[in-house]
């Protein structure tokens, strides 16, 4: 998935070794990519200006772990507003606990949850994850969550409906370890900035991330939140880089400048011709 050095964009224009003549400046560029610093560079070069542009995000928004549990479970191909009212139809019943939603009849549940679109599937999806919880871990959210990462991983995701997004959701949002969520925004918008390949899989994705981010779970939630706000308003799949703050931010920096302050990430690197013209 990764791309070669060579052909990262945010590396266009340094001077090689060998290449050229060698100047200080120029061996201290060829260091740092031997340690792939650019690219640690860029992503949190990214994070920074989403985070001024946005601010916190305060995510994810639930009272209990159960809460954001049911909540990764019943946003699966739908938009949040419609999640909402499915939790306030439960909440409004005082069914929200896992022993409660676990007695209740499937019925009922599927009915409750109907706004959440796709209802009968997600019901039994709910059902699988609480199957799982009373079965393996006695019903307790504690338990479950006192296994090590990958372990958690590994045993959410033999329940029936619950893939990697899901299941990472649930260990980033509800547990509070640190692993990285992707979405469809998050290989959009960094495919498009030259970081990723198109054809990345979610794995893929997902390492790239933890391989070049501090191991952090309040910056894996900060700054997967951040994405969906830009995929979700500005890098859409006709994107608006007029508006984007990753644009606005790189645009007009002068390359010296730029180099000085260690930004290798050239935004007209990666955005045109492809991004700018809206073809992706
Ligand atoms: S500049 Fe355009 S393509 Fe790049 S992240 Fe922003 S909206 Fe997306």
Redesign the pocket.
Known sequence: MSQGLSSCPSLRGVPRSGTTKQTPRSKEIASSLTSFAPRNDALTNIYSILYRHFGPRHWWPADTKFEVIIGAILTQNTAWVNVERAIENLKKEHLLSPKKLYNLDNKKLAELIRPSGYYNIKAKRVKAFLKFLFEYHNGSLKKLFANNLPDLRDQLLTVNGIGPETADSIILYAAGKPTFVVDAYTKR?FS??GLISVSATYEETKKFFADNLPRSAKLFNEYHVLIVE?GKN??KTK???DV????ASLRGVPTKSARRSKLRFK?GD??APR??RGSQ
């Open positions: 918008i498009r900035q830009l500005i890098c994107p608006e880089c984007c703050p990753i644009n935004c990666c955005f991004c700018a």
